[in-house]
């Protein structure tokens, strides 16, 4: 335990900027730059940190862009603590910027040691080794566990690898997150998907129990295979935690996809039992076709709220090939169920698929467009589709020689990096249009309607806000 308490450790967010945008980075499946505001609290370092300090390990929460620093003040600051470990989580339209930013640590103090670790780099470890002087590459989703057996080896003097790579552990060793150390603070009032503040993010599951869709950059970390879930009386401990004693009005559990079946049985009637259901609201990432109506309506009545589900196109031909598993012909219906129930679906949808024409495009603009125009949906969003590295879109696109460029910095949404029917300006148009489109009469109709609080009237300012932000993105 002496040993630990004199090794450091800086679990950091260096501040990167592409104009006025600021990197949608923490916990991210779908990388963007945005001048939204929005954060993401990254559960997973969260869970490092935590074990960490519980270990006897000084640990110092380092992000700089949830804490608005400039790159100046960051570097300065780093350097004068002189942790014993850096630790970057990185993504591929961001890892340039961090081989570039280990490099300045490394001019300043030549000892200190850096991790990256993340998608990117778990898909191409070798590459971030060749390019910059790392120290330490860390692949695979469990940073937590991975990170505390790394800095376990480098204080009784072993030599790990550069390349550490351990398997999947049992979430239920995971102790409830410090929320003081990972000062959950910065990120309670900045984040869209809130609608009551403060709100707190968790993840109780790794990562998704399908964990197939061929777009999804956390494929590469959590493989469907590797899927895990906390027990239902930890994730229960969690959310008692969160409202008992930082006084948490909304959760959003960032699983992949939520629990579901039993488990999500337990938890909601454990939710209602303990009446957490009366002071904390519940939203989530879900998939279609899995919730039965009795589901639906014990999800309503245990608190939930908002539902994400992944949409993505209203092919059929392209979720096949996306390996979505849900038929599109019967998310309406689905969604009419949802809205029965008085929860709040948010759909996610991409354009830009090199296979899709402009008429294929078109029809997804058209039914997103029916489905908020019946009051079956609440809020979208739009992006254009990436293929990261290491997924299987990524090694389609590869062998159809589909790429327009492999330079890591142009992977930001900001404009295709796929050969497709559809020009980069058109697509831009698509996903403004694609948020525009729901702007009807009927549709602002609707969101007055639903006003019953001076909570609703606030989050609707504020999403208006951000949705109008969020056009700039794309513009």
């Not at 779908?30 to 001048?35: A, L, S, V």
């Not at 072993?158 to 603070?185: E, F, K, M, V």
């Not at 989050?459 to 208006?464: A, D």
Request: charge should be positive.
């Amino acid at each position: 335990m002496s040993v630990a308490k004199n090794f450091s450790v800086s679990i950091s967010y260096p501040p990167i900027f592409s104009g006025r945008k600021t990197p949608f980075l923490q916990q991210n499946r779908q990388f963007q730059w945005t001048n939204t505001g929005n954060l993401i609290y990254p559960v997973i370092p969260a869970y490092a940190a935590t074990l960490l300090s519980r270990s006897g390990f000084s640990v110092f929460w380092d992000d700089a862009i949830a804490e608005n620093l400039t790159y100046k003040q960051w570097l300065s600051r780093i350097i004068k603590r002189r942790p014993d470990l850096v630790v970057i989580e990185t993504k591929t339209p961001v890892v340039k910027h961090h081989w570039q930013i280990i490099k300045d640590i490394k001019r300043q103090n030549p000892k200190l040691k850096v991790l990256l670790m993340g998608d990117h780099v778990t898909a191409l470890p070798e590459e971030s080794l060749k390019h910059c002087p790392v120290d330490f590459i860390l692949t695979g989703g469990d940073y937590d566990f991975s990170l505390l057996y790394l800095c376990r080896e480098l204080t009784i003097g072993h030599h790990p690898p550069q390349i550490i790579s351990q398997p999947p552990h049992l979430l239920n060793q995971a102790p409830l997150i410090d929320r003081q150390l990972t000062r959950w603070d910065l990120y309670a009032r900045r984040n869209s998907n809130f609608k009551y503040f403060p709100g707190a993010y968790t993840m109780f599951s790794r990562d998704c129990w399908w964990g197939k869709c061929t777009f999804c950059s956390w494929t590469t970390l959590y493989p469907s295979q590797s899927y895990r879930c906390l027990s239902v009386g930890q994730a229960v401990a969690e959310v008692e935690n969160l409202v008992k004693n930082f006084k948490v009005k909304e959760i959003f559990d960032d699983s992949g996809t939520f629990p579901v079946g039993e488990w999500l049985e337990k938890f909601c009637r454990q939710l209602i039992e303990k009446k957490l259901n009366q002071q904390v609201k519940i939203s989530c990432n879900m998939r279609f076709g899995v919730l039965s109506p009795k589901q639906y309506a014990l999800m309503a009545k245990a608190g939930f709220r908002m539902l994400l589900f992944g949409f993505e196109s209203a092919n059929q031909a392209t979720l096949n090939r996306l390996s979505k598993n849900i038929t599109a012909t019967n998310i309406p219906a689905e969604l009419a169920v949802a809205k029965k129930y008085h929860l709040f679906p948010h759909l996610t949808a991409m354009v830009g698929y090199p296979w899709e024409t402009l008429t294929d495009a078109q029809n997804t603009l058209d039914t997103v467009k029916q489905l908020f125009h019946a009051g079956l949906a609440d809020s979208i969003q739009a992006t254009m589709i990436i293929p990261y590295p290491g997924t299987p879109l990524f090694r389609y696109c590869r062998q159809k020689k589909l790429l327009l460029t492999t330079d890591w910095d142009r992977y930001d949404m900001n404009r295709p990096v796929i050969k497709s029917p559809l020009s980069s300006s058109i697509q831009k148009k698509l996903v403004n249009n694609l948020f525009v489109g729901i702007i009807t009469p009927r549709f602002i109709f609707r969101q007055l309607l639903s006003l019953r609080s001076f909570d609703d009237i606030k989050h609707l300012l504020r999403y208006t806000i951000k949705f109008f932000k969020k056009l700039h993105d794309f513009s």
